[in-house]
């Protein structure tokens, strides 16, 4: 086995832990809450010692943080599949009832709002909260002009940035919907989106 080989194996194995971490962080912040999981309580969900999880989290607050920008990599991949996409437009109809089910998945929308609550309240955290929303909000900008041009619309507006700010909100307001109301009708919301996203892409 060559030194490279060795290096290469080591790296993903050091990948395979931490994310065998992040998804053992992702299940017990939902589930118990950020404060309410301890070191201890996350070794056990992840099934290693609390000092292999310190040797590639310093704490808490990098963990979640990692989460973040997992969760930020997750929507730039689905980003990429519109930016690559033949008809923009049509993509992003299409995607509507698997965003839907994301966002109103219970065990996301708790770890979603468990993260935005830590961020109301902790700026290291409110720091990369608001860095992943800057990002994921400009190419957003950028494939929403895109899917106008394939309406035949012009593809840029004064009004993109409003425009995209409230179809986030209408997406990420989804995942307080499902805790409020678990038993909201997800099919009798999908056709309404996507008339609100016709409406809002097409403009006047």
């Given amino acids: 086995m060559t030194l490279s080989t060795r290096s290469d194996q080591d790296q993903t194995r050091a990948q395979t832990r931490r994310s065998q971490i992040l998804d053992a962080a ?14 201890a309580a996350l070794s056990r969900a992840a099934g290693m010692s609390s000092g292999h999880i310190y040797h590639f989290f310093e704490n808490k607050e990098a963990i979640i943080e990692a989460l973040v920008e997992r ?14 996409a033949e008809d923009v437009f049509q993509a992003l109809i299409d995607r509507v009832d698997l965003g839907l089910n994301e966002k109103t998945d219970l065990d996301n929308a ?33 494939v929403l ?27 990420d307001g989804l995942a307080a919907r ?3 109301h678990p038993e909201l009708d997800r099919t009798a919301l999908a056709p309404l989106i996507r008339i609100a996203l016709r409406t809002f892409i097409e403009g006047e």
């Fill in 110 to 142: 708790a770890l979603e709002l468990e993260i935005l609550a830590e961020a109301a309240r902790n700026p290291r955290v409110a720091a990369s909260v608001r860095e992943a929303d800057r990002i994921k909000r400009e190419r957003l900008i950028g």
């Fill in 71 to 84: 969760r930020l990599e997750q929507s730039l991949e689905m980003v990429s599949q519109f930016e690559n």
């Fill in 178 to 180: 499902v805790i409020n």
């Fill in 145 to 171: 002009g895109r899917a106008r041009q394939a309406l035949g619309r012009e593809p840029e507006t004064p009004d993109a940035d409003a425009v995209t700010e409230i179809l986030m909100a209408l997406f």
């Fill in 26 to 39: 992702a299940v017990c912040f939902a589930r118990e809450g950020f404060h309410g999981t301890s070191i």
